[in-house]
C-alpha cells in the first residue's frame, strides 16, 4: 500500500510562485505515474500535471502550461510541483495521486491512490 503526502501550499498573492511536493512511501515511488490535482469550492477534481515513471514524459492542463513545472525525484521518492505566476483562480486544495499506468491520464479515476492534499491560496 502506498501513502502519499503532500506539503508546500499556503497563502500566496498573485504572481507568486510555490513548490509543492508529494513525498512517496510504502513503495517504491518508480513503480507508478504520479499526478497533481486540484479541487476549488463548488468544482470539480481536476488534472493539473502528470509524469510517467522514469520521468521522461509530463503533460500539463492548458490552464497551467508554460507556468508550471511537474518533477520528480524517485531517489528520494518524492514528486514536486513547481508553479509560478499563481493566479487567484489557482486557489485550490491540490491533490497528488499515483497511478500504475504507464501513461499519464487526466482523469481521476485513472489514479487509485491519493494524498490528503494541500491548501493553496492565491490572494489578488
Known amino acids: 500500500q502506498v501513502q502519499l503526502v503532500e506539503s508546500g501550499g499556503g497563502l500566496v498573492t498573485a504572481g507568486d510562485s510555490l513548490r509543492l511536493s508529494c513525498a512517496v512511501s510504502?513503495?517504491?515511488?518508480?513503480?507508478?505515474?504520479m499526478g497533481w490535482f486540484r479541487q476549488a469550492p463548488g468544482k470539480e477534481r481536476e488534472f493539473v500535471a502528470g509524469i510517467t515513471r522514469s520521468g521522461r514524459d509530463t503533460n500539463y492542463a492548458d490552464s497551467v502550461k508554460g507556468r508550471s513545472t511537474i518533477s520528480r525525484d524517485n531517489a528520494k521518492n518524492t514528486v514536486y510541483l513547481q508553479m509560478n505566476s499563481l493566479k487567484p483562480e489557482d486557489t485550490a486544495v491540490y491533490y497528488c495521486?499515483?497511478?500504475?499506468?504507464?501513461?499519464?491520464?487526466?482523469?481521476?479515476?485513472?489514479?487509485?491512490?491519493w494524498g490528503q492534499g494541500t491548501q493553496v491560496t492565491v490572494s489578488s
Open positions: 510504502g513503495r517504491t515511488s518508480s513503480t507508478y505515474t
Open positions: 495521486a499515483a497511478s500504475i499506468l504507464p501513461v499519464v491520464f487526466d482523469i481521476p479515476a485513472r489514479y487509485g491512490y
